[in-house]
């Protein structure tokens, strides 16, 4: 799993893996996943600002201007839909991972 760090002897920060499955996400990922440290304590909203941060391509791409989801985006977390413990205000893990979806329908 992930680890923890320790950052100037002051505060820890966790380590995230984040998968996404949908075509802007081919060139950030490096083996299909991207490694993500945020403060400890962080929720879903953090985590995926932070991940944006890091990579301005996903801008737009996975939260509204209201920092809401887009519509058309799910986000597991150890397989489980985050919709399922709290949304974006999930606090996070060490060691979690994130998988970020595209909703799929069909007719």
Do not use: C, H, W
């Not at 989801?69 to 709290?86: K, M, V």
């Amino acid at each position: 799993m992930g680890r923890i760090y320790q950052k100037q002897g002051v505060f820890l920060v966790i380590e995230l893996t984040v998968k996404i499955f949908f075509s802007f996400g081919n060139g950030i990922a490096k083996n299909g996943k991207i490694v993500v440290k945020t403060p400890e304590k962080t929720t879903l909203l953090e985590a995926l600002k932070e991940l944006i941060k890091k990579n301005p391509d996903l801008e737009g791409e996975i939260l509204t201007d209201s920092d809401q989801l887009r519509r058309f985006i799910q986000i597991r977390i150890n397989q489980t839909s985050a919709n399922q413990y709290g949304g974006l205000e999930t606090e996070l893990e060490d060691g979690d991972n994130l998988l970020i979806l595209p909703k799929l329908g069909g007719g």
